[in-house]
């Protein structure tokens, strides 16, 4: 059964950088595209990047482009995603989700595109 935990949240000051894990259990990864959603109290949840199988393919939110990477290790069943010059707009949960897709537009990768998904990581951004 597929299994996915995060990790890596925690309080970072402005400026700050993060890198979260998602690890993934129970199915072989290569065969996985795997986004990354974040949710914020009150607002809805919210693509932030994806990941093809293969990693050759990556999606980012405008929001996060260029302070944001996505990286996957198969041998490692573990997806990553860096997070340099934290905003305090960037606070929220963060969840990692998993499904045979092909990596789209984030701007239409909404939370059902992916079947299944982590618990998630809180990530706050404050000074």
């Known amino acids: 059964q597929l299994q996915l935990v995060e990790s890596g949240g925690g309080l970072v000051q402005p400026g700050g950088s993060l890198r979260l894990s998602c690890v993934v259990s129970?199915?072989?990864?290569?065969?996985?595209?795997i986004g990354w959603f974040r949710q914020a109290p009150g607002k809805e949840r919210e693509g932030v990047s994806c990941?093809?199988?293969?990693?050759?393919?990556?999606r980012y939110a405008d929001s996060v482009k260029g302070r944001f990477t996505i990286s996957r290790d198969n041998a490692k069943n573990t997806v990553y995603l860096q997070m340099n010059s934290l905003k305090p707009e960037d606070t929220g949960v963060y969840y990692c989700?998993?499904?045979?897709?092909?990596?789209?537009?984030?701007?239409?990768?909404?939370?059902?595109?992916?079947?299944?998904w982590g618990q998630g990581t809180q990530v706050t951004v404050s000074s």
């Open positions: 989700a998993a499904d045979y897709v092909f990596c789209v537009d984030i701007r239409i990768m909404t939370a059902d595109y992916f079947a299944s």
């Open positions: 129970g199915v072989n990864l290569d065969h996985y595209a």
């Open positions: 990941i093809s199988t293969t990693g050759n393919s990556t």
